[in-house]
């Protein structure tokens, strides 16, 4: 019985022990842990953005501005305007002499030059160094515009989006986070004295007009904004709506960026229940931090506009996605920095303003422009603290498997919590921080229990269960894992801001919006027309009805692809070579075909084993009979033809060539 109690009195005591390492943390250890999660996308032996400003202790913005066009040194290639470098590695160095100790805003006055059509990636150093990781890798963004003025339609009336082409302007970029977790401008600390600018070219190619060291942007907040056009005595605009079409930007940031269609709605304008009409732009690509869609547009007189955004986001349940507002190129105030566009399955209108209500633009007569660039907004710190803490988590896994092993045994104690002095305090630390992350994610969303909540609180829970079982943590080690790369997943997945876009509009601050609203007759006979229009368009047929040469293609993709495939031959095919193409859905052989004598002259998406089995039969002509066969067989991979060659002849060329690639961990190698 003795033996019992004495059992049962150390058993209660382990479990008080254990428990309260949980809520035990030396601050001392908490915040070296932060120290080395929080502020930093890199490495821990390089300085991130938010150390170094943190490494600073003046708050003082410089007040000069310079502008650098005279390169001291270079290994590009000197033109009359600029610098053109073309190879990576290639440079510019500028001397600039500061007369105040202070924080400057870093800024490129540049043009792209014809390469690939990616953003242009640069290095920025001062003295010979990075100042801070962020700065190894600089984007530049590209000027991309529609190829034809004129939305170009399809057989049926169909509009498709149109190609994009380069335009190669010159632009002035300041310098941002590639990964948007810093939400503002990156900034330089630079004392007083003579410097040494060094700009080194990493990707594509650019010509490089000057370098400058401005000024930091100062936005005053939408309190003072408002208290500034309430005592300018600033008259409200009274006239009638000016609307901004999503799909005429003039500047896109990436060739994907195009303008699309969308039937669902009568409120997106142009609409037709019929055809596909272009009257929206963005979509799925446009999502990524730094993608930007540019504006111009007139006003008739001098005034103060209300500016609202007629959306639909329904990419990100419980969240947002966040977009900075530009006037001619300047932030009005706060709020324009991250403006909000919350899930709805319905189309919206949100006004540029704060949680209080629109605030007014002043806005004089004449020409203008308006951008809005993808941005993290309010996730910006929360995915930053995020992306620290998934990277502590990923660094415990592999020090733990390390001992453990990818399989543990279950029965076995690894002694975790001896063999590693510190996992206690590290896995307290995690548990602490998913908490805390946890309740501001419900925050931004603005409901409790949102999906990344949940998943941030099954991830603690499981490293909870870790602490008070100590010596069973290893069995833990499965689903720690499973739950470390759903972070790691999420985490990726968050920073995608999509967002569909119908228009911009100037209101009269007196006036409610007239654009982004339509009558319920009007939605109920749009919603029977596209009924209508369901069972009476053809969708298996795209028929040239014009006595011009043509082809028929069958296929038996889907609607989507056959869409995309329509639009390629109508923007592209059609107009270079003058023949116009018939293509038809069908899920018929060739066989069945040629037994009918109503064959086609190409079919796409066979099977692999197809052009051979028919070949065999006489079904197929030889390809390589064909003036032009080498030009063509030229572009696909030298034994990319063997599997429909048959005797001397080619039956078939394949649609997709598939490439494995290699990915190294740069983490363990």
């Known amino acids: 019985m003795l033996k019992r109690i004495v059992s049962a009195a150390l058993a209660l005591l382990f479990c008080f022990s254990v428990s309260g390492i949980t809520n035990k943390v030396s601050a001392e250890k908490k915040e070296q842990f932060a120290a080395a999660s929080v502020g930093d996308t890199s490495s821990n032996t390089e300085t991130g953005y938010i150390s170094y400003r943190q490494g600073i202790a003046s708050d003082h913005y410089a007040t000069e501005n310079l502008i650098m066009d005279s390169p001291v040194e270079t290994t590009g290639n000197v033109a009359e305007d600029g610098v053109q470098l073309t190879e990576n590695g290639q440079y510019i160095v500028y001397s600039a002499y500061v007369s105040e100790d202070g924080w400057y805003q870093p800024s490129v006055y540049y043009q ?42 399809d057989k049926k009336g169909n509009q498709y989006s149109p190609e994009q082409k380069e335009t190669f302007i010159w632009q002035t970029s300041s310098f941002r986070d590639v990964n948007g977790f810093i939400n503002d401008m990156l900034l330089v600390w630079l ?3 003579e410097h040494k600018i060094k700009l080194i070219l990493n990707s594509e190619k650019v010509k490089v007009g000057s370098v400058a060291l401005e000024s930091p942007e100062v936005i005053i907040t939408d309190e003072e904004y408002r208290n500034l056009i309430n005592s300018s005595g600033y008259k409200q605009y009274s006239g009638n709506e000016i609307v901004i079409e999503g799909e005429n930007a003039d500047l896109k940031s990436s060739r994907f960026l195009a303008p699309l269609a969308n039937r669902n709605s009568a409120i997106v304008k142009p609409s037709d229940p019929y055809k596909k009409v272009i009257n929206y732009i963005g979509g799925s690509n446009w999502k990524s931090v730094g993608d930007t869609l540019t504006w111009n547009f007139d006003v008739i007189e001098d005034g103060l506009y209300n500016i609202g955004f007629c959306f639909h986001q329904t990419y990100l349940q419980e969240s947002v996605s966040y977009r900075t507002v530009r006037i001619d190129g300047k932030i009005p105030y706060e709020s324009a920095k991250s403006v909000e566009f919350k899930y709805d399955d319905k189309w919206k209108i949100t006004s540029l303003g704060d949680k209080n209500g629109a605030i007014p633009v002043y806005l004089t007569a004449g020409t203008h422009e308006i951008s809005m660039t993808v ?28 001992i453990t092993g990818d399989s543990p045994d279950s029965n076995r104690d690894y002694d975790l919590f001896n063999s590693l002095p510190d996992l206690g305090e590290r896995l307290t630390y995690v548990y602490d921080k998913l908490e805390e992350l946890a309740v501001q994610s419900e925050e931004i969303a603005g409901s409790k229990g949102g999906s990344t909540a949940q998943l941030l609180r099954k991830m603690s829970l499981t490293v909870s269960q870790m602490l008070k079982e100590k010596y069973k943590a290893q069995n833990k080690l499965s689903s720690y894992n499973d739950n470390y790369a759903s972070l790691a997943s999420w985490l990726y997945e968050m920073q995608n801001m999509a967002l569909d876009l119908d228009c911009i509009i100037l209101s009269s601050p007196e006036k409610n919006y007239k654009r982004g609203s339509t009558s319920l007759f009007s939605s109920l006979k749009y919603s029977l027309e596209r009924l209508v229009s369901s069972f009476a368009d053809e969708y298996d047929v795209y028929e040239n009805d014009s006595q011009t040469k043509s082809i028929t293609i069958w296929s038996n993709w889907g609607m989507d692809q056959i869409n995309a495939l329509s639009a390629l031959i109508s923007s592209d095919f059609t107009p270079k070579t003058g023949i116009e193409v018939n293509l038809r859905i069908t899920n018929a052989t060739l066989i069945q075909a040629n037994l009918s004598g109503n064959g086609p002259d190409l079919e796409v998406m066979l099977a692999r084993t197809d052009p051979i089995n028919y070949a065999m039969r006489g079904a197929v002509c ?48």
Do not use: H
């Not at 030889?622 to 039956?651: C, H, I, M, N, W």
């Open 112 to 153: 792209a030059i014809e390469d690939q059509g990616n953003s242009i990636e640069i290095a920025f150093q001062i003295d010979g160094e990075y100042p801070y990781s962020q700065l190894s890798s600089v984007l530049l963004n590209r000027a991309w515009v529609n190829a034809y003025e004129e939305f170009a339609s």
């Open 191 to 193: 004392t007083k004295g």
């Open 375 to 402: 941005t993290l907004g309010a996730l910006s710190d929360f995915s930053e603290e995020l992306k620290a803490l998934v990277s502590e988590i990923g660094t415990l896994y592999r020090q733990i498997v390390m």
């Open 622 to 669: 030889d390809l390589s009979k064909f003036d032009g066969f080498s030009e063509v067989a030229s572009r696909f991979s030298s034994q990319a033809l063997t599997p429909y060659k048959y005797k001397d002849g080619v039956y078939g060329l394949p649609d997709t060539e598939i490439y494995s690639m290699l990915f190294i961990r740069t983490d363990i190698f």
